[in-house]
């Protein structure tokens, strides 16, 4: 590659010149030095590249004049860096691409308050000496979810490695083969048994496993059994399962642990939310004679990233011991969240501060109501004539591969006459990126998953994107297949 002739690159006007202009200053206040001096750089290397071809007069002040329009458009063009807040519109709650649980202000204000300064995360300040990490959120896990003691790590997948690791590495784990399940993201549960380097022992049949398929592989080598639960698919017809307490009486016979990986960790009966399914409670698998059970933090709970072991006191302590355990445990922005969640369902207030919670509790009369004011909204904010919305029913779903048949009543806002890819580009692009929904040729906004302090901003990121979508002549009639 040749370089700018002399004259060219003296006329060329130099970044700082280029950075201490007053666009370029406001566009510094919004995004930040950073991006703008990357901006700044990108510009004046295509400028140098297209003087060097002709394409441009080798003039200062007309080069300046090309460099500032340009780096407002390479500016907007690129996204804020960092992980950004999205507005959900999919009416999925649990959404695992974008992050499940939004966190409520009592969990939020916990992970302010334990992480602005120093905090006794494994600092028994009653005796002044070293604690344990668990001690405080142990107890409350118990209240939720059983048990005599917990342990806490980094999602319910680390869950089942330690356990595994803990208590059968080198050993073998009985699994009916009706639970060889795939739960999500890769996490295969005969995969995650080989790298534990445990042996993984199938029984039963798919569709029927009885106690004494599981009797008879019971031997010498047994490290534990391990019911996996069926969360993300249902199973119906001719089929059959021993019950826990059927497992439990076999386990115990062997003197091996039964651990019970129930994922969805549900606080509390759904079926008192207004749901019309519940998944099986952590606190009845360790009645019924589960020694460990592992949930997620963020699923039904509604809580952080975060896997909770809970069950007996000698089996939780190995977990405790074990040397993986320093390398899964959570760092205190998750206790803190962690603690202030399970403290919530534990006092009862579940539905009032947990964000999820409520999401899933509200009742289709009030998401009605919220979609007629995303509307109201819309409509005050000045639509393009050829853009219709309307109210529609719509059936939401609970996400994080919990609750798979359940369907929540809900509404949303029909977006029609412009193509739904467009404006759903649109909306991803916004300085508010929003995710929707497109199906029966439409983008649907469904107020299920949008939490209600977020609609004045939705209605806002919405006519934006609208007006963006205009301008990239995504109108009808350029639109195909709209
Ligand atoms: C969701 C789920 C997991 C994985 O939980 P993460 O917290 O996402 O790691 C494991 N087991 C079961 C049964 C699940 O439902």
New binding site residues.
Partial sequence: MSQPTPAARRALPPAHEILATTLAQELIEQRGRPAVTAAVRAVLDTLRAELLAGALPAERDALRTVAVARLQQQVMSTRPAGLRRVINATGVVLH?NLG?APLGETALAAVTEACRGYAAVEYDLARGARGHRDALVAPLANAVFGGDDAVVV???????LLAATALAAGREVVVSRGEL?E???G?R?PDVIASCGARLVEVGTTNKTRAADYERALGPDTGAILV?????FAMVGFTAQPTLPELAALARARGVPLLV?????AGEDTRALGLRTREPLSRECVAEGADLV??????LLGGP???IIVGGSVWVGRLRAHPLMRALRPGRLVLAALEATLRAHADGRAARDVPAVALLARPAAELRALAETLLATLVAGGLPDYVKTSLTATEARVG???LPLEVLASWAVRVDGVAPDALAAALRAGDRPVVGRGFDGALHLDVRSVLPWEVGDLAMAVLAALHQTVANGARPEHASGA
Avoid: E, P, Y
Wanted: aromatic content about 2%.
């Fill in positions: 695992t499940r980094n999602n319910c997948a680390a869950a089942v399940v739960i999500g993201g996490f549960v996996v639960h069926r969360s993300n990986d129930l994922g969805s960790g592992m949930v997620s933090g963020d699923k990233q975060a896997g994080g591969g919990t």
